[in-house]
């Protein structure tokens, strides 16, 4: 007669607390499975996401252009410490250009389609394109202005427009949309909040401090609690 061994590997679950013990024994009972295997697919799921490249979408909204500048020199030494693809798509702000240029970032606009008189969503998917196409299959790192100009000369509407349009087919790595300042409150309302919608996060730049700006649809009844 043989002998079967069953070889069970036990997770040691450290810091929780009673109420998240209770709540995972509740839960459990509920589904028919053990603590064990809830806790394990959630390890499975959190691990599976470490493995994947993520592809985030920032909004940076800036005051001036030495305080960009400033930021720019020190995003340029920590992206070349992660090994990043450092890249940039221009404006018509030269003064940030050259700075960018003579970091050695990748210029997103060379090669790709000529600047648009009108067709800007065609014009900005060649750069995505032309991006990816010459990262090197290392993450992106990229800082795009071309907002500035495309709120300039068309509207905010039409700048959100693609950046929602972006969001169907992002680069792996980040892109921050950079928008000055005065263009950014020259807008209508209903725009900014649209602008912020179309974003996963957005930093206010100013004198080189970087400020996280959290934005939440609330009740009206919030305006009467403390």
């Not at 090197?136 to 300039?152: P, R, S």
Request: net charge negative.
């Amino acid at each position: 007669m043989g002998i079967i061994i069953i070889m069970v590997h036990d997770f040691i679950i450290r810091g929780f607390d009673d109420d998240i013990h209770s709540q995972l024994g509740d839960l459990s009972r509920q589904k028919g499975v053990s603590i064990n295997s809830i806790v394990k697919d959630a390890v499975d799921k959190w691990l599976k996401q470490q493995k994947e490249i993520p592809k985030r979408h920032y909004l940076l909204i800036y005051d001036n252009d030495e305080s960009m500048k400033s930021l720019l020199k020190s995003m340029d030494e920590l992206a070349q410490k992660g090994d990043w693809f450092r890249c940039f798509v221009r404006s018509s702000d030269y003064s940030i250009m050259d700075l960018l240029e003579r970091l050695d970032w990748f210029d997103g606009t060379k090669l790709s389609s000529k600047y648009p008189q009108k067709d800007f969503m065609k014009y900005c998917s060649s750069i995505v394109q032309n991006i990816s196409k010459n990262s090197g299959n290392k993450e992106v790192y990229c800082v795009d202005f071309l907002m500035n100009d495309i709120a300039t000369t068309t509207s905010m509407k039409e700048a959100i427009k693609i950046d929602r349009a972006y969001d169907e087919n992002k680069l792996e790595g980040i892109v921050f949309c950079a928008c000055r300042a005065n263009i950014f409150f020259d807008s209508p309302i209903a725009d900014m909040l649209d602008l912020f919608d179309s974003h996963e996060q957005i930093f206010i730049i100013k004198d080189g401090l970087v400020y996280k700006l959290h934005i939440s649809r609330e009740s009206v009844h919030k305006l009467f609690l403390n």
